[in-house]
Nanobody
Framework: QVQLVESGGELVQAGGSLRLSCAASGRTFSSYAMGWFRQAPGKEREFVAVITRSGTNTYYTESVRGRFTISRDNARNTVYLQMNSLKPDDTAVYYC??????????????????WGQGTQVTVSS
């Protein structure tokens, strides 16, 4: 079992920055990959970023590449999403998710078996 709790979402102006955190508990944190997803109002949930168990490898959806950075601190059981140059299109509920099933850089939501409750990010123009 894995429990995930996100934090850090808030209202920010376009061009600003935010750092989201996701604290994990339960199963050994360094044993599974972590991902971030988001869901905007009226839209389907979409993949944002993923990081492998050790933090060595990452992958991003094209729309955030160069602006967002995913990282993890296995000693603190926490994964982060640093978001810079935010745009109104980044407005969404952001979810962290744990993939304990084996795939390393999975982009499909179905590959993740544990999810947090989400944190709201709102970017004003």
């Amino acid at each position: 079992q894995v429990q995930l709790v996100e934090s850090g979402g808030e209202l920010v102006q376009a061009g600003g920055s935010l750092r989201l955190s996701c604290a994990a508990s339960g199963r050994t944190f360094s044993s599974y990959a972590m991902g971030w997803f988001r869901q905007a109002p009226g839209k389907e949930r979409e993949f944002v970023a993923v990081i492998t168990r050790s933090g060595t490898n990452t992958y991003y959806t094209e729309s955030v590449r160069g602006r967002f950075t995913i990282s993890r601190d296995n000693a603190r059981n926490t994964v982060y999403l640093q978001m810079n140059s935010l745009k109104p299109d980044d407005t969404a509920v952001y979810y962290c998710a744990a993939n304990t099933l084996g795939a390393t850089l999975a982009v499909q939501g179905s590959a993740y078996d544990y999810w947090g409750q989400g944190t709201q990010v709102t970017v004003s123009s």
